[in-house]
């Protein structure tokens, strides 16, 4: 029988104290670094940071980067002291390159995004960007049978060509807000 698992208590640190593992090897663009900012802006700090028993990070190297940029001055962390030094350092690889091997249900993807999109909610906010969000609502559902779109009510649209995603993004959030219904198109 495997012993039970040790469960460390969380805490909370001074953000300006945790160190960054020197060595870490995943990187976080400017980007993904909003992405989660505007993530913990929305949701709250959900994930905390594990330590090395003192002040070095393991894990969340990103959410420390997108904490700062809020001007976060505390975080939770739990520590992994209980870790080798070995243990650490094969755990920020593995922190990372495991969530990798993830898939999607594209189907049940595509049905949560709608049933959030129908609610109002800011679909950028779970991490996907404007394309894939598009590609996602494009792609037709595995077991879906095409519209008879004879009886369907007359529509009236406006294409607006944008020079890229980011006034994509500018041109939806600004329609959007005006209160018409809006959808993301790339030709």
Known sequence: MMPAPKFPQYKTVPTASLIPYVRNARTHSPQQVDKIAASIREFGFLNPIITDGQSGIVAGH???????????????????????EAQRRAYVLADNRMALDAGWDNDLLKIELQDLDADGFDLTLTGFDLGELTSIFLEPSMGAEPKDLSDAAERFEVIIECSDETEQERAFNHTDSGGFKCRISTF
């Open 62 to 84: 990103g959410r420390v980067m997108a904490a700062q940029k809020l001007g976060l001055d505390t975080l939770p962390t739990i520590d992994a002291a209980h870790l080798t």
